[in-house]
Nanobody, 115 residues
């Protein structure tokens, strides 16, 4: 019903920056709980950041101060600005939208931090 498409992933050097985008097929960004997750090979999925419908944001401790989640309601897009990247940030990053019993996921975009 709702499609989420991530983009902006790629290869970046340690200390570099990258901005991920999540485009939604419906006008849900302004009201749904939006979040970014990531999963490295052989590891469990973990929450990177989320944004509530009311606006407050939350970040994992290892990403706090480096990552920023934001949204553009008019474009139905959610962004993840990543700064000061390190190799430990290498993972597939997923966009997630939740509302009541609805839970949508994108296909993910690969982020590789390496020299």
């Amino acid at each position: 019903q709702v499609q989420l498409v991530e983009s902006g992933g790629g290869l970046v050097q340690p200390g570099g920056s990258l901005r991920l985008s999540c485009a939604a097929s419906a006008r849900i960004v302004s009201t749904y709980f939006m979040a970014w997750y990531r999963q490295a090979p052989g590891k469990q999925r973990e929450l990177v950041a989320h944004m509530t419908s009311g606006g407050p944001t939350n970040y994992a401790d290892s990403m706090k101060g480096r990552f920023t989640i934001s949204r553009n309601n008019a474009k139905n897009k959610v962004y993840l600005q990543m700064n000061s990247l390190n190799p430990e940030d290498t993972a597939v990053y997923y966009c997630n939208a939740k509302w009541l019993m609805l839970d949508y996921w994108g296909q993910g975009t690969q982020v590789t931090v390496s020299s």
